[in-house]
C-alpha cells in the first residue's frame, strides 16, 4: 500500500518570502501525484499534478512542484507567497493500478503573515 | 472547470436519525465519485468509491450498514449516514471523476451529531 508523508504541519512565512512545503511518498508502483489546496470551509482545489513526462510542474499560481523518484518526493515551492495563499495544503498519491483512489498525505498549514 | 457540489453544506441532527448529503457534478457526468471524511486539522481518508449502477467499494473500517451510498445517476451520488451519533460528526467531502486523474472536489458538508 502507498503512503503519504508531509513532513511539516505548520509553515509560517511572511509575505514576498519563498515556500517550499515538503512531500514524501512510499509505493511499491509507479505512482501519479498531486498537490491540493483548501481554503478554509472549503473543498479541495487541485493546484498541480504530475503524471509524466518533465517532472517539473507547475500551476497558474506560482507554484511548482518536482517529481524525484530517487528521493521519492514531491515537494512544492512558491518564490514569493501572498496573503491569499494561507491555506492547507495537502499531497496525493495515486496508484494506477487501483484506479483514481487517492492518499493523501497530513496536510500542511501555511500562514502568510504581513 | 468542472464543478461538484453538495447539499447540504451544514447539518445539525439529532443523534439516532439519518442524515443524507448529496453530491453533484454540474456541468460533467461522473461514472465515479468518491465520498472523504475530513476530522478537524487532519486529511481526508477515503470512505468508499461510489460507481454508477453498481454498489460501492468500501474502504476497510469504513461501515458499509452505516454510511449508505447511493449512485443512482452519471451525475449525483448521495451518502446517508444511518442512525448517526457524536462521533459521526466530521466535515464529508466528496469528489467526482471527470476523465483519467481528473477528480473534482465537492465544498464538503459539516455533519454535526448532538
Known amino acids: 500500500a502507498q503512503s503519504v508523508t508531509q513532513l511539516d504541519s505548520q509553515v509560517p512565512v511572511f509575505e514576498e518570502a519563498p515556500v517550499e512545503l515538503r512531500c514524501n511518498y512510499s509505493s511499491s508502483v509507479s505512482v501519479y501525484l498531486f498537490w491540493y489546496v483548501q481554503y478554509p470551509n472549503q473543498g479541495l482545489q487541485l493546484l498541480l499534478k504530475y503524471l509524466s513526462g518533465s517532472t517539473l510542474v507547475k500551476s497558474i499560481n506560482g507554484f511548482e512542484a518536482e517529481f524525484n523518484k530517487s528521493q521519492t518526493s514531491f515537494h512544492l515551492r512558491k518564490p514569493s507567497v501572498h496573503i491569499s495563499d494561507t491555506a492547507e495544503y495537502f499531497c496525493a498519491v495515486s496508484v494506477g493500478a487501483a484506479g483514481n483512489k487517492l492518499t493523501f498525505g497530513g496536510g500542511t498549514r501555511v500562514l502568510v503573515k504581513p | 472547470g468542472a464543478v461538484v457540489s453538495q447539499h447540504p453544506s451544514r447539518v445539525i441532527c439529532k443523534s439516532g436519525t439519518s442524515v443524507k448529503i448529496e453530491c453533484r457534478s454540474l456541468d460533467f457526468q461522473a461514472t465515479t465519485m468518491f465520498w472523504y471524511r475530513q476530522f478537524p486539522k487532519q486529511s481526508l481518508m477515503l470512505m468508499a468509491t461510489?460507481?454508477?449502477?453498481?454498489?460501492?467499494?468500501?474502504e476497510q473500517g469504513v461501515e458499509k450498514d452505516k454510511f449508505l451510498i447511493n449512485h443512482a445517476s452519471l451525475t449525483l451520488s448521495t451518502l446517508t449516514v444511518t442512525s448517526a451519533h457524536p462521533e459521526d460528526s466530521s466535515f464529508y467531502i466528496c469528489s467526482a471523476q471527470s476523465g483519467p486523474y481528473e477528480q473534482y472536489f465537492g465544498p464538503g458538508t459539516r455533519l454535526t451529531v448532538t
Open positions: 461510489s460507481n454508477e449502477g453498481s454498489k460501492a467499494t468500501y
